[in-house]
């Protein structure tokens, strides 16, 4: 593995991370059918702990655009907006699934970034503003009793994603790669914060 110029540490050719926080291990394939469109917010690129590059390199049917302005997709009725449903916004939460998705697959639109920095997207685009929005249906509680206590707001992009396209392709199996990829990188955030605590208690002898 070359280093880069500049004597800065060498990043992996496939996830651009550090060698050391290399992600590539954590991908597990998944043949989507209801297409994957990622809007990230710039602040969140570079986020170490961010799960929006993993999940695309894990799905055939996904991609993953940076920036605060985007433009409307040319097949906009045939996008879904994963959004929570919001009180008095005047929304009202797309059934599930919405609409027939068998006859051609649908987009899900997700947006990458802190509860904040999603409202400034979709306050910034208004084509997202028009389009059917999907809400979360409750997970399973055992699922989430042996991960992690999280709150709905907590939920990664990753998560999100994978349960709501488990929702709107009503097929669950087809997405459980997803779920062990979130394992892999979560045990790979815990390694790495082990290790550097390693590194803290080094230095502090
Ligand atoms: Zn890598």
């Not at 979360?136 to 042996?146: E, F, N, T």
């Not at 087809?174 to 955030?189: H, K, N, S, T, V």
């Amino acid at each position: 593995m070359p280093a880069p110029p500049g004597g800065r540490r060498p990043v992996c050719d496939g996830c651009r991370r550090p060698l050391a926080g290399c992600w590539c291990g954590c991908i597990h394939r998944v043949d989507n059918f209801t297409r994957l469109l990622i809007l990230q917010d710039p602040d969140e690129q570079g986020q170490a702990k961010g799960t929006a590059a993993l999940l695309r390199a894990c799905l055939t049917q996904a991609e993953l655009r940076v920036g605060r302005h985007f433009d409307s997709p040319v097949d906009l009725d045939r996008h879904v907006l994963l959004y929570p449903d919001t009180p008095g916004d005047g929304k009202v939460a797309a059934p599930s699934p919405w609409p027939p998705a068998r006859i051609a697959p649908l987009s899900l639109v997700v947006l990458d970034g802190t509860w904040r920095r999603s409202l400034r997207l979709l306050h910034q685009n208004p084509w997202l503003q028009t389009l059917p929005r999907l809400a979360l249906a409750a997970p399973p509680a055992s699922r989430y009793a042996i991960r992690r206590a999280r709150s709905e707001h907590q939920r990664s992009t990753l998560e999100a994603s994978a349960l709501a396209l488990a929702q709107l392709d009503g097929d669950a199996v087809r997405y459980e790669p997803l779920w062990r990829a979130m394992d892999d990188f979560i045990a790979l955030q815990r390694r790495l914060a082990g290790a550097s605590a390693d590194t803290r208690r080094d230095v502090a002898r």
